[in-house]
């Protein structure tokens, strides 16, 4: 990552004076700023991106009103998602408007929480909290509303909660963390080697993970039964090719040139994917690179972890490699996937800061601050990006339409290309310099 473009290094003093957070209303100002902007756009467009919250609402109360068993709702999540959706279905009410308000307005408050901790951390730290609730801030915006229509927000706030517990020697918390929120969406449970950062770490951490994720599961299986406990296992290995998909680029840009080849349409995972010649193809070869990509993770922790000494800073690295691995792998690519990059990211800039001049192992020329605001920096423009595909230009995507599809077309490929070019050099970057750095050479003697 040393040879990319040190944008952000160039825009840290202008943004250092506009973020400057000395006391904890700087930092409410922006937010709240911010957030009223945000909320305020999101009503010109007429509210959009609201379909995922009526389709919560809708499973859980035909829970409540007897419809529906616990075995029957949600089968593409963990059982502990009825649980969590429960607190806006009964704060609502059980009407549609009320879980509306109340799941937008908790995650709104997730949101605000997050800022809280990020800005108290760095404090705490004795660091300038302004790169990291900076970054945070912009983030949201640009993720947009969708941050508060969806629940990867809450598996975000657990993952830097995680790695931030995990420099504060909270190990036991650190492993919780990450067991929760594998138990609300399954990704984060491949943070988990990452907490293992000293043999002592490993044993609390895991033991940590290990509790937790014994007591969900075994509350989930008493509630809804087995087989509802393991469809999140299987719900994914019948889906098709999501369109936002790095797999499904090359037929997006066939498509362009004839749209009648490739059909895209909503199919029955709440998703539009696209199919025809070499869509089936692409499937398979999604399914082999999410297992190479799983190697590649495997790989880089095994290295890792060979390693006398290691630090809380390359297990925070390794977490944002390993999420970006399991994005451009997958055979989906629904855009509240980037949220899954927030936390790390932010929770990096944090730990970070606290030594900006200690060297990365090996070759690297990066100290880990400068890394994590190019991290940081990359993230937000694929964020941005992603935004502009979903929702400002998906009904251009989804349904052909020369005037603008070509728009829709070229935002989702540059997306796409860009992310498998971060992704790789991450990887890149991670095996020469924090899972296998070159021995020293043995000094001569005379």
Same mark, same amino acid.
Not at 38 to 55: N, P, R, S, T
Not at 205 to 230: C, E, K
Not at 255 to 269: G, I, L, T
Not at 344 to 350: H, K, Q, S
């Given at each position: 990552?040393?040879?990319?473009?040190?944008?952000?290094?160039?825009?840290?003093?202008?943004?250092?004076?506009?973020?400057?957070?000395?006391?904890?209303?700087?930092?409410?100002?922006?937010?709240?700023?911010?957030?009223?902007?945000?909320?305020?756009?999101?009503?010109?467009?007429?509210?959009?991106?609201?379909?995922?919250?009526?389709?919560?609402?809708?499973?859980? !109360?035909?829970?409540?009103?007897?419809?529906?068993?616990?075995?029957?709702?949600?089968?593409?999540?963990?059982?502990?998602?009825?649980?969590?959706?429960?607190?806006?279905?009964?704060?609502?009410?059980?009407?549609?408007?009320?879980?509306?308000?109340?799941?937008?307005?908790?995650?709104?408050?997730?949101?605000?929480?997050?800022?809280?901790?990020?800005?108290?951390?760095?404090?705490?730290?004795?660091?300038?909290?302004?790169?990291?609730?900076?970054? +945070?801030?912009?983030?949201?915006?640009?993720?947009?509303?969708?941050?508060?229509?969806?629940?990867?927000?809450?598996?975000?706030?657990?993952?830097?909660?995680?790695?931030?517990?995990?420099?504060?020697?909270?190990?036991?918390?650190?492993?919780?963390?990450?067991?929760?929120?594998?138990?609300?969406?399954?990704?984060?449970?491949?943070?988990?080697?990452?907490?293992?950062?000293?043999?002592?770490?490993?044993?609390?951490?895991?033991?940590?993970?290990?509790?937790?994720?014994?007591?969900?599961?075994?509350?989930?299986?008493?509630?809804?039964?087995?087989?509802?406990?393991?469809?999140?296992?299987?719900?994914?290995?019948?889906?098709?090719?999501?369109?936002?998909?790095?797999?499904?680029?090359?037929?997006?840009?066939?498509?362009?040139?004839?749209?009648?080849?490739?059909?895209?349409?909503?199919?029955?995972? !709440?998703?539009?994917?696209?199919?025809?010649?070499?869509?089936?193809?692409?499937?398979?070869?999604?399914?082999?690179?999410?297992?190479?990509?799983?190697?590649?993770?495997?790989?880089?922790?095994?290295?890792?972890?060979?390693?006398?000494?290691?630090?809380?800073?390359?297990?925070?690295?390794?977490?944002?490699?390993?999420?970006?691995?399991?994005?451009?792998? !997958?055979?989906?690519?629904?855009?509240?996937?980037?949220? +899954?990059?927030?936390?790390?990211?932010?929770?990096?800039?944090?730990?970070?800061?606290?030594?900006?001049?200690?060297?990365?192992?090996?070759?690297?020329?990066?100290?880990?601050?400068?890394?994590?605001?190019?991290?940081?920096?990359?993230?937000?423009?694929?964020?941005?990006?992603?935004?502009?595909?979903?929702?400002?230009?998906?009904?251009?995507?989804?349904?052909?339409?020369?005037?603008?599809?070509?728009?829709?077309?070229?935002?989702?490929?540059?997306? !796409?290309?860009?992310?498998?070019?971060?992704?790789?050099?991450?990887?890149?970057?991670?095996?020469?310099?924090?899972?296998?750095?070159?021995?020293?050479?043995?000094?001569?003697?005379?």
């Amino acid at each position: 990552m040393a040879t990319t473009p040190d944008l952000l290094d160039r825009m840290t003093p202008t943004l250092s004076r506009w973020f400057a957070m000395p006391t904890w209303r700087r930092p409410a100002a922006w937010w709240l700023a911010t957030r009223g902007l945000m909320f305020a756009i999101w009503a010109l467009f007429g509210f959009v991106a609201q379909g995922d919250v009526a389709y919560y609402y809708e499973n859980i !109360n035909a829970l409540y009103t007897g419809q529906s068993g616990p075995a029957d709702v949600f089968p593409e999540y963990p059982t502990p998602l009825i649980w969590v959706l429960s607190v806006p279905y009964l704060l609502g009410f059980g009407r549609l408007l009320g879980f509306r308000i109340a799941f937008i307005g908790l995650f709104t408050l997730t949101d605000a929480f997050m800022t809280l901790v990020f800005w108290r951390t760095a404090r705490k730290f004795g660091t300038n909290p302004s790169p990291t609730v900076g970054f +945070w801030i912009v983030f949201v915006v640009a993720m947009g509303p969708l941050c508060y229509m969806r629940l990867d927000l809450m598996t975000a706030a657990l993952s830097a909660a995680a790695l931030i517990t995990l420099v504060r020697s909270q190990r036991f918390l650190s492993g919780s963390m990450i067991a929760t929120g594998a138990a609300i969406k399954l990704w984060p449970a491949l943070l988990w080697p990452a907490a293992l950062v000293t043999r002592k770490a490993a044993r609390r951490a895991t033991l940590g993970f290990a509790v937790t994720g014994a007591v969900l599961a075994g509350a989930s299986w008493l509630y809804a039964g087995w087989d509802r406990l393991v469809s999140p296992l299987t719900w994914q290995s019948d889906r098709g090719l999501q369109v936002e998909s790095v797999w499904a680029t090359p037929l997006l840009i066939a498509r362009f040139f004839n749209p009648e080849r490739w059909v895209v349409a909503e199919s029955d995972y !709440n998703a539009f994917q696209i199919d025809g010649p070499g869509s089936v193809a692409l499937v398979g070869a999604a399914t082999v690179a999410t297992l190479v990509g799983g190697l590649v993770m495997v790989t880089l922790y095994v290295g890792w972890l060979r390693r006398a000494h290691r630090t809380p800073i390359e297990a925070g690295t390794l977490m944002i490699i390993a999420t970006f691995i399991m994005i451009v792998t !997958n055979k989906t690519f629904s855009p509240q996937y980037m949220i +899954w990059l927030g936390g790390p990211v932010a929770g990096l800039l944090t730990i970070s800061a606290r030594d900006p001049e200690v060297r990365l192992a090996g070759p690297a020329v990066d100290t880990p601050l400068t890394l994590a605001r190019r991290i940081a920096l990359w993230t937000l423009i694929l964020t941005a990006l992603t935004q502009l595909v979903y929702p400002m230009l998906y009904g251009a995507l989804i349904d052909w339409n020369p005037a603008v599809t070509w728009l829709a077309t070229a935002v989702l490929v540059a997306r !796409n290309v860009t992310i498998v070019i971060v992704t790789v050099r991450l990887i890149w970057f991670a095996a020469r310099c924090i899972a296998f750095p070159p021995r020293p050479e043995p000094s001569a003697t005379g």
